[in-house]
């Protein structure tokens, strides 16, 4: 039986959203669509307290576009 890596981040799939956790488990880490094995269209980031952290697109898994970065109040920080 293979061993989870300790880096590996509890994934599941709700909708055609591949949503990972941080660690713990308890947050979401990240959350976007996956074609063919590479992340594409609109992509999530979140800090372990839940905020949103940054968002940006995918084009088959080349990030494409206007990429943001939020503080954490969940204004915009950085484009």
Aim: hydrophobic content about 25%; overall charge positive.
């Amino acid at each position: 039986m293979a061993k989870k890596s300790v880096s590996e981040k509890k994934t599941e799939v709700i909708d055609g959203y591949t949503i990972k956790y941080h660690a713990s488990g308890k947050t979401r880490w990240s959350k976007g669509k996956i074609v063919d094995e590479k992340p594409d269209g609109y992509w999530e980031w979140y800090r372990l307290d839940g905020t949103l952290k940054r968002s940006g697109h995918f084009d088959k898994g080349e990030p494409v576009g206007e990429w943001i970065t939020y503080d954490t109040e969940g204004n915009i920080y950085k484009v």
